[in-house]
């Protein structure tokens, strides 16, 4: 099976702006999660989709949105960038009733 | 809530020796913990999980770690470095319940350098 796949890998966004990522799940996969990387507070958690539904969610402001298709695959959005918001932006999905989640290779949003 | 603790941002070792990271973490309900490995540039891959069962679980390339609940730890180890160990570990930990699942709390991560 093919893993998980994010798009874009890299993007380049100015102060203001809004970005719109993307996440294919593994086939058969349910659950989506996203996650945001920094160095400096490291992993944390957005939110989380299943079955179009979302069921858990992180602490992060409005401005941080997410929804899912009925084919599973998930969008996150981010409006008015900050450039706090630049981070590795990972997603990883689960099949349902699984505690495993596998992640893909992240897209990389650099805010200026 | 749950929080992760990992000991030691860096961890240095030559090669042969003795891999030691440590995670301690905090949780009101059963745990279900995790390892997880990411290389420069790349997502995370699953080690290992523990999640009921024996306490010693086994992972991918030699990699294991041992859950103790009365020290509330889950260090792991591997008994003989390689270079191509060198990576950035991360220690997570979720609810039992299907409805955590999809909800990680990450320790902030140990850096691997694996000497010559």
């Known amino acids: 099976k093919a893993g998980v796949t994010q798009t874009p890998r890299y993007l380049i966004k100015t102060r203001g702006q809004q970005v719109t990522l993307s996440c294919s799940p593994i086939?058969?996969?349910?659950?989506v999660s996203w996650y945001q990387q920094t160095p400096g507070q490291g992993l944390q958690f957005l939110f989380e989709?299943?079955?179009?539904?979302?069921?858990n969610k992180g602490n992060f402001p409005g401005r941080f949105s997410g929804r899912q298709f009925s084919n599973s695959r998930s969008e996150m959005n981010v409006s008015t960038l900050e450039l706090g918001d630049s981070a590795l932006y990972l997603c990883?999905?689960?099949?349902?009733?699984?505690?495993?989640?596998?992640f893909g290779p992240g897209t990389r949003l650099l805010v200026l | 809530a749950q929080s992760v603790t990992q000991l030691g941002s860096h961890v240095s070792v030559s090669e042969g020796a003795l891999v030691l990271l440590r995670c301690n973490y905090s949780?009101?309900?059963?745990?279900?913990l995790f390892w997880y490995v990411q290389y420069p540039n790349q997502g995370l891959q699953l080690l290992l999980k523990?999640?009921?069962?024996?306490?010693l679980v086994k992972g991918i390339n030699g990699f294991e770690a041992e859950f103790k609940k009365s020290e509330t730890s889950f260090h792991l180890t591997k008994p003989s470095a390689h270079m191509s160990d060198a990576a950035e570990y991360f220690c997570?930990?979720?609810?039992?319940?299907?409805?955590?699942?999809?909800?990680?709390?990450f320790g902030q991560g140990t850096i691997l350098t694996v000497h010559p």
């Open positions: 990883a999905s689960r099949p349902g009733g699984s505690e495993t989640q596998y």
């Open positions: 086939s058969g996969h349910r659950s």
């Open positions: 989709y299943f079955s179009e539904t979302q069921r």
């Open positions: 949780s009101s309900v059963p745990p279900y």
């Open positions: 523990y999640t009921t069962g024996a306490t």
């Open positions: 997570a930990v979720s609810e039992a319940g299907g409805t955590s699942y999809g909800k990680l709390t």
